[in-house]
């Protein structure tokens, strides 16, 4: 493993290298690395797949408690006024 020095603070740092053949692949440190970078990249698969799909799905049909709801606004008698 290379060793290099920091000059502003005067500390060693360990470099990580490039390795093919039994080391570290890409500065990756351990499975739990290359595990994080796979789910980060997979979850962003489905959302883009799941956006996709539902994209121009339509609304929910409107149900009567919704039509009471606007009316209950529209006349100024709900809770919150």
């Known amino acids: 493993m290379k060793v290099i020095s920091c000059k502003p603070l005067g500390q060693r740092v360990r470099v990580l290298p490039i390795k093919f053949g039994g080391g570290y692949m890409l500065g990756l440190e351990g499975f739990s ?3 994080a970078y796979v789910l980060c990249i997979a979850s962003a ?3 883009i ?6 994209w121009n799905k339509g609304d929910e049909p ?5 039509v009471k709801w ?7 008698n709900g809770e919150n006024n």
């Open 33 to 35: 690395v290359f595990l």
């Open 45 to 47: 698969a489905l959302c």
């Open 49 to 54: 797949a799941y956006g996709s799909l539902t």
């Open 62 to 66: 409107i149900r009567p408690e919704d």
């Open 70 to 76: 606007v009316q209950k606004e529209q006349t100024g």
